[in-house]
């Protein structure tokens, strides 16, 4: 039994050594998409910005002085910049946590980016170093791996919010507008009325109420209706108009599914570790009536 118990503790150290370079290739994979990320979101930020004044208010972009026209470009170019800056900043490499704050065991590996992580289930430090602790399993890398996703959604939301606020600043988006619509613009369901044109919202605002509406073809029934066009940055879009963010985020979505796997071996061994210590305390404190 003290065999088992070696070849179960070499086994696990084995996975140990496994997450470890498998964190390694999660850090680089995402080194790598989050610089190509950040320079689509620059591009299609700036596109989805000359669509609005273009088409959707183009009227209002040319009623701008020159001077004005200058201004607001070189604010949503600032805009696209910082944007492109902060999204790379989100990267920081994953480390262990403290066993009192969670049992990575009694945890299940996560799909990832459409879930709002729980707090505290990550410890994040500065990325001085891509060499993960030896101790890191794989429901560590898959937690932070859902910060990650999450840190970028949240990005792209604010950058959204961010370039309308600029352009209603700029009278192209209705200065009636209301605070909280440019908000709801970010959250709403991106509107399949202007297929062809990503990054986009078309939206019908009930000018009484505020209500937001995401479909422009909706009868009115006599309300009074507000006609916007909004920018709404979607991960997806960005993806599918990128070839190359679109392979950088598929070499991530192979490293998750080998870490899924990764995790559930981890998880049998360490069940199977759980045992083979209980057996051995059980024998040490037998004793024979």
Not at 30 to 56: E, K
Not at 142 to 161: C, D, N
Not at 205 to 224: C, F, I, K, L, Y
């Amino acid at each position: 039994m003290v065999g088992a118990t070696e070849r179960i503790a070499q086994e696990m150290a084995a996975l140990d050594n496994a997450t470890s370079a498998i964190a390694d290739e999660f850090y680089s994979a995402y080194s790598t998409y989050l610089t190509i990320l950040g320079q689509a979101v620059r591009q299609q930020l700036i596109l989805a910005s000359y669509h609005v004044c273009t088409q959707g208010y183009p009227e209002a972009f040319l009623s701008l002085p020159f001077s004005q026209r200058q201004q607001l470009q070189q604010r949503l170019r600032h805009l696209a910049q910082q944007v492109q800056e902060e999204i790379l900043a989100q990267l920081h490499v994953p480390v262990k946590l403290d066993d009192s704050e969670v049992d990575p065991v009694s945890l299940e590996l996560t799909s990832g980016a459409d879930s709002q992580p729980a707090a505290a289930l990550l410890t994040i430090a500065p990325f001085a170093s891509t060499q993960a602790p030896p101790s890191l399993t794989p429901t560590h890398l898959a937690q932070w791996r859902e910060e990650l996703e999450y840190a970028i959604a949240a990005e792209l939301k604010t950058a959204s919010h961010a370039a309308n606020h600029l352009l209603q600043q700029a009278n192209i988006l209705p200065q009636t507008l209301p605070e909280p619509i440019l908000e709801a613009a970010t959250r709403a369901e991106r509107s399949e009325a202007r297929a062809g044109t990503p990054n986009l919202l078309n939206l019908l605002v009930e000018a009484d109420s505020g209500t937001v509406e995401t479909d422009p073809s909706e009868e009115s029934n006599g309300r009074a209706l507000m006609h916007i066009v909004a920018i709404y940055l979607r991960l997806a879009e960005i993806e599918f108009a990128d070839p190359t963010v679109a392979a950088a985020r598929s070499k991530i979505r192979n490293l998750f599914a080998r870490l899924k796997t990764l995790g559930r071996g981890y998880q049998a061994k360490r069940h199977e570790q759980s045992i083979a210590e209980a057996q051995a305390a059980w024998r040490s404190t037998w004793m024979e009536d």
